[in-house]
C-alpha cells in the first residue's frame, strides 16, 4: 500500500508566478489535510478537506491560497502570486474515514520563491 | 484554541545514554490525542508514539515512552538506549477532534558518538 504521494518534491516559481502542488491520499483514506512548515519552526495546518469538501480552512491566508479535494484526482493546494514569504515546505496528510485521530504525512513539497 | 509548548530548542545525549524531551499543552477538551513526531533531514515526518488521553497508562513504542501527566498538561518523550538514528527534530503535537494536529516549535536532538 503506496503512502501519501506529493508531487512535485521541490517548485522554484518567481514571484508573481503560480504554484500548485498535488497530494495523493493512501489508498483508502477520504481525509486531507495540508501543513505548512517555514524554516526552523513547526508545521501550522492550514486546511482540511473530504472528498469534494473543505471542512475546516481556518489556517489557510484569505487571500492568494485556495485548496481542493476532487471526487477523482488528488487534492491540489493552489497559491497564486506567490512572494517570497511563501517559500515553505508544505505538508500533505491524510487518515481513514474513521476516526482514529492518526495522520499519515506525504514527504512534503519545499517551493521556493526566487 | 490548543497551544503546545516545546521548551527546549536543542537537546544533546550520549549514544545508549537516556533522555527526555519535554512537552505542555493546553486544550479545553476533553477527548484528545497527544503525539511525538520525529522529523529526520529528509523532512519525512515520522510517528514515533501516540497517546490517548483517557487512558492513564503511558503508552510505549520499544525504545520510546511518554510521561502523560493529564492534570499538569505535559506530555515528555523519554528516549533509552538512544542511537545514532535518533538524531532529528522532534515535534509534540495535540488533535482533538480529528480535524487538525497543533504542533510544537520542535527539539532539535543530537546524539554524540
Known amino acids: 500500500n503506496a503512502g501519501v504521494m506529493q508531487n512535485p518534491r521541490h517548485l522554484v516559481r518567481r514571484r508573481g508566478q503560480e504554484a500548485r502542488l498535488r497530494c495523493s491520499p493512501m489508498?483508502?483514506?477520504?481525509?486531507v489535510y495540508w501543513y505548512r512548515q517555514l524554516p526552523e519552526e513547526g508545521l501550522k495546518f492550514m486546511v482540511y478537506l473530504q472528498k469534494e469538501n473543505i471542512i475546516d480552512e481556518s489556517g489557510m491566508p484569505k487571500e492568494r491560497f485556495s485548496a481542493e479535494f476532487p471526487k477523482e484526482g488528488p487534492s491540489i493546494l493552489r497559491i497564486q502570486q506567490v512572494v517570497r514569504g511563501d517559500s515553505a515546505a508544505y505538508f500533505c496528510a491524510s487518515s481513514p474515514p474513521a476516526r482514529t485521530f492518526e495522520q499519515f504525512f506525504g514527504p512534503g513539497t519545499r517551493l521556493t520563491v526566487l | 484554541a490548543q497551544t503546545v509548548t516545546q521548551s527546549q530548542p536543542e537537546m544533546s545525549v550520549q549514544e545508549a545514554e537516556t533522555v527526555t524531551l519535554s512537552c505542555t499543552y493546553d486544550?479545553?477538551?476533553?477527548?484528545?490525542?497527544l503525539f511525538w513526531y520525529k522529523q529526520p533531514p529528509s523532512r519525512q515526518m515520522i510517528l514515533v508514539i501516540r497517546q490517548e488521553a483517557y487512558k492513564q497508562q503511558n503508552a510505549t513504542e520499544n525504545r520510546f515512552s511518554v510521561n502523560f501527566q493529564k492534570a499538569a498538561k505535559s506530555f515528555s518523550l523519554k528516549i533509552s538506549d538512544s542511537q545514532l538514528g535518533d538524531a532529528a527534530m522532534y515535534f509534540c503535537?495535540?488533535?482533538?477532534?480529528?480535524?487538525?494536529?497543533?504542533f510544537g516549535g520542535g527539539t532539535r536532538l543530537m546524539v554524540k558518538p
Open positions: 486544550t479545553s477538551e476533553s477527548d484528545y490525542y
Open positions: 503535537a495535540s488533535d482533538n477532534a480529528g480535524n487538525m494536529l497543533t
Open positions: 489508498k483508502g483514506h477520504s481525509h
